[in-house]
């Protein structure tokens, strides 16, 4: 058995712009689902949504059916999560509210084995295939992907010093959190937001390092594949399902469905 390809990590060097949806959900059913809709690829969200590690792997077994990718959001920037969920079979993490390049630093290395980190060392697990991947000991550290999440203007200010930490495979901007940390919450097409999410993926088109994001809607992710985001997400399984049941709904009492919350997914 060889080692399985990280397709998503291959496409941020490709010139096609990936368009993903996060997982909130908890559902391996919806999840599948999703899967199935067209996708390139979804976000498994652990920071947000009240998944643990087992329901994380039924998950990652229904999307894995799939012809979607899969990217796996932690919780945190903890060690012994970085662990747990790659041994289940993760191959790329999404690390939230990554301040300064030694926190960085730290995410990457608990990625990497020994001798470039200090992940923990399992042999028979999800993400070898139960032993039957030979050499997974040697080459893992290869396919796995690595974002990192800019939710703050310090972490924006530290951009230039995170973007040099080896291993880093792109940043990934978290609008809601950020246009919180800047005195507008809930206010994502605030200009101010929007101008610092423009600096930012300017900034890393100049250091060819790929940079995401996440919109509510069509017509704001269209503005972001337009700014030069290297991939995008639109939505939620759970935003898609109440917004068409919002406009059923309306249509049905001759209203008009609510509008989108303001670019929050």
Same mark, same amino acid.
């Given at each position: 058995?060889?080692?399985?390809?990280?397709?998503?990590?291959?496409?941020?060097?490709?010139?096609?712009?990936?368009?993903?949806?996060?997982?909130?959900?908890?559902?391996?059913?919806?999840?599948?689902?999703?899967?199935?809709?067209?996708?390139?690829?979804?976000?498994?969200?652990?920071?947000?949504?009240?998944?643990?590690?087992?329901?994380?792997?039924?998950?990652?077994?229904?999307?894995?059916?799939?012809?979607?990718?899969?990217?796996?959001?932690?919780?945190?920037?903890?060690?012994?999560?970085?662990?747990?969920?790659?041994?289940?079979?993760?191959?790329?993490?999404?690390?939230?509210?990554?301040?300064?390049?030694?926190?960085?630093?730290?995410?990457?290395?608990?990625?990497?084995?020994?001798?470039?980190?200090?992940?923990?060392?399992?042999?028979?697990?999800?993400?070898?295939?139960?032993?039957?991947?030979?050499?997974?000991?040697?080459?893992?550290?290869?396919?796995?992907?690595?974002?990192?999440?800019? %939710?703050?203007?310090? &972490?924006?200010?530290?951009?230039?010093?995170? *973007? !040099?930490?080896? +291993? /880093?495979?792109?940043?990934?901007?978290?609008?809601?959190?950020?246009?919180?940390?800047?005195?507008?919450?809930?206010?994502?097409?605030?200009?101010?937001?929007?101008?610092?999410?423009?600096?930012?993926?300017?900034?890393?088109?100049?250091?060819?390092?790929?940079?995401?994001?996440?919109?509510?809607?069509?017509?704001?992710?269209?503005?972001?594949?337009?700014?030069?985001?290297?991939?995008?997400?639109?939505?939620?399984?759970?935003?898609?399902?109440?917004?068409?049941?919002? %406009?059923?709904?309306? &249509?049905?009492?001759?209203?008009?469905?609510? *509008? !989108?919350?303001? +670019? /929050?997914?």
């Amino acid at each position: 058995m060889t080692l399985p390809v990280n397709h998503f990590k291959q496409w941020l060097d490709a010139p096609k712009v990936p368009v993903g949806t996060w997982l909130m959900t908890a559902s391996p059913n919806v999840a599948e689902a999703i899967g199935f809709a067209g996708f390139d690829y979804v976000v498994l969200d652990m920071e947000h949504v009240p998944v643990d590690v087992p329901q994380a792997i039924a998950i990652m077994q229904a999307v894995a059916g799939t012809p979607a990718e899969l990217v796996v959001r932690l919780p945190w920037n903890d060690p012994v999560m970085v662990k747990r969920v790659l041994d289940s079979g993760a191959q790329t993490l999404m690390f939230p509210y990554i301040q300064n390049s030694e926190e960085a630093r730290q995410a990457v290395a608990s990625t990497r084995y020994p001798g470039r980190g200090f992940r923990g060392v399992a042999a028979v697990h999800r993400a070898s295939r139960y032993g039957t991947v030979k050499r997974y000991l040697q080459e893992a550290d290869r396919e796995i992907g690595v974002i990192l999440q800019l %939710e703050t203007p310090e &972490a924006v200010a530290a951009l230039p010093e995170i *973007a !040099e930490v080896e +291993g /880093v495979d792109a940043l990934f901007i978290g609008p809601g959190d950020l246009s919180a940390a800047m005195g507008h919450i809930g206010d994502i097409r605030h200009p101010e937001v929007q101008g610092v999410i423009g600096e930012v993926v300017k900034a890393c088109r100049g250091r060819n390092l790929p940079c995401g994001i996440v919109g509510a809607d069509p017509e704001l992710v269209s503005e972001y594949i337009a700014k030069g985001f290297a991939f995008v997400a639109i939505g939620s399984d759970m935003s898609l399902m109440m917004s068409r049941a919002q %406009e059923y709904l309306a &249509a049905l009492h001759g209203e008009t469905a609510p *509008a !989108e919350n303001n +670019g /929050v997914y």
